[in-house]
C-alpha cells in the first residue's frame, strides 16, 4: 500500500468480497435465485423493479460500449443526491461471460443526479465502493452506464483506498479512451476520496440512512 501525494491511501488492498479480492470471486451460478424477480418496469418510481446494465469502454473502431453485467434492483426513491436502488442479499448479478455474481450482502446503489460515478452501500463489513464511470442514464430499458475500471472503497474504519489504477490505465491505452475523459474519471476520483474521507458528509449518511429503511 502506498500513499498520494495529499496523504491518503493508494491501493491494490483486497476488499470485501470484491472483484480485487480473488479469493473472493463467485462461482457460475446459472439459472435464477429465489430472491430475483423480473424487471417488470421502465418507470423509475419508488416501489418498482428496474434494469441496470453496466458495460466497459467501446473496442477501437466501435461505438456501443461493451457489455459487463446487469441486474434488476428495487428502486427505494431520489433524493437531492440522485436515485437509490436495493439489491438484496441472494440477489443475481448477471455477468456478459454467462456467468453470475450472488449478493453475499444487502446493498443499496446510488445513481447520482450529476457525476462521474455510482456507489453502493453494503450492509455487511458496512462499506462503501465507488465505480468511477460515466454519468449513469436512465433510459427505456432502465439505467446504464460504463464503468471506467477506476473504484474506490471506503472501509468500515474510514479509510478510503484508490483501486484498480492500472485496470484503468490498460484501459485508456487500449480502447483510445479520450483525454476529456480521462480528465473527468480522474477529477471525480479525487473529489470522492474528500469526500468520502468525511464522516459527516451528507452522501455519506444519506446512503447508510436510506439502507437501514430498505
Not at 467501446?58 to 441486474?71: I, K
Not at 444487502?106 to 453494503?122: E, I, K, N, S
Request: proline share 7%; with cysteine; aromatic share 8%.
Amino acid at each position: 500500500m502506498g500513499r498520494t501525494a495529499n496523504g491518503r491511501h493508494r491501493s491494490r488492498r483486497r476488499l470485501p468480497w470484491s472483484r480485487s479480492n480473488p479469493d473472493a470471486e463467485p462461482q457460475a451460478m446459472p439459472g435464477s435465485c429465489r430472491r430475483r424477480r423480473r424487471c417488470f418496469s421502465r418507470k423509475d418510481e419508488a416501489g418498482m423493479r428496474i434494469g441496470v446494465r453496466k458495460g466497459k469502454w467501446p473496442l477501437p473502431g466501435t461505438d456501443a460500449p461493451r457489455p459487463a453485467a446487469e441486474w434488476d434492483a428495487l428502486v427505494l426513491g431520489a433524493d437531492e443526491f440522485g436515485t437509490w436502488l436495493f439489491s438484496g442479499e441472494g440477489e443475481v448479478h448477471r455477468k456478459a461471460d454467462g456467468t453470475s455474481v450472488v449478493l453475499p450482502s444487502d446493498g443499496v446503489q446510488l445513481l447520482p443526479r450529476t457525476g462521474w460515478w455510482a456507489a453502493w452501500w453494503w450492509r455487511d463489513d458496512r462499506w462503501i465502493s465507488v465505480d468511477i464511470c460515466t454519468p449513469p442514464t436512465l433510459g427505456e430499458s432502465g439505467w446504464s452506464y460504463t464503468d471506467l475500471e477506476l473504484d474506490l472503497a471506503r472501509l468500515a474504519d474510514g479509510t478510503v483506498l484508490l483501486v484498480d489504477e492500472e485496470e484503468f490505465e490498460q484501459t485508456v491505452a487500449e480502447c483510445m479512451v479520450p483525454q476529456a475523459v480521462v480528465t473527468a474519471a480522474r477529477a471525480a476520483a479525487s473529489d470522492l476520496q474528500t469526500r468520502l474521507a468525511s464522516a459527516t458528509e451528507p452522501v455519506v449518511l444519506a446512503g447508510w440512512e436510506w439502507l437501514e429503511r430498505a
